[in-house]
């Protein structure tokens, strides 16, 4: 079956502690996204990246950290400088660039 | 500022009603994407489309440039179809912006 993977579901981190969120695709998609996702607000786009190698900084990517080192692989680092960590983090594949997303089931992750 | 507004916010509809969602935008764009999110948060990709109309079984999304206005219709609706309904528009650039979402509950 082909799609795309998070883990874990849920993740409880202690303040200061820097946490790795995995995703994984089988699609091969060029691009993959990470995604924020609050209460009462929109997804926000924390990283993205078109090609293996390559990444770009989302409108909130500060205190986040990410690589891009094989195509069906793009963790996402939350570190101890993030202020409001606590947050549903949804990764996303698309064929290329600005294509139709597919999404993960998502990693909440809670702050204690 | 929020470039993307959808309406309404909370909707509760009778089993087998007709439902109307609305998005609307402030500038210009080049596609617009419906998106499902169960309860459980996952998220399932429903429509992408930049012009006219597309339907998929019970669901149709329209979407006039002119306006920057798109409608997800949902026909006989059924209570599986509760979920919260995300509209997300393309812009230049490289990114997506999505609104707040429409929580829909349709009750048996």
């Known amino acids: 079956d082909g799609g795309i993977t998070q883990s874990p579901k849920y993740l409880f981190r202690k303040e200061g502690q820097n946490v790795t969120l995995s995703c994984e695709q089988n699609?091969?998609?060029?691009?993959m996204y990470w995604y924020r996702q609050d209460p009462g607000q929109g997804l926000r786009l924390i990283y993205y990246s078109q090609i293996v190698n390559d990444f770009q900084k989302g409108d909130i990517a500060e205190g986040y950290s990410v690589s891009r080192e094989k195509k069906e692989s793009f963790p996402l680092t939350v570190t101890s400088a993030q202020k409001n960590p606590t947050a549903f983090y949804l990764c996303a594949s698309s064929i290329a660039s600005l294509n139709e997303q597919f999404f993960g089931p998502g990693t909440r992750l809670t702050v204690l | 500022k929020n470039e993307v507004e959808q309406s309404p916010q909370n909707l509760t509809a009778q089993e087998g009603e007709f439902i109307t969602i609305n998005c609307s935008y402030s500038v210009g764009i080049s596609a617009l994407h419906w998106l499902q999110q169960h309860p459980g948060g996952g998220i399932v990709s429903l429509f992408m489309?930049?012009?006219g109309k597309k339907k998929h079984g019970r669901l149709i999304a329209t979407i006039n440039i002119q306006e920057k206005h798109s409608s997800l219709h949902i026909t006989a609706s059924h209570p599986r179809d509760s979920a919260v309904y995300i509209c997300?528009?393309?812009?230049?650039?490289?990114?997506?912006?999505f609104g707040t979402g429409t929580s829909l509950t349709v009750i048996p």
């Open positions: 997300a528009v393309r812009l230049t650039g490289n990114q997506f912006y």
């Open positions: 489309l930049s012009s």
């Open positions: 699609l091969n998609h060029d691009a």
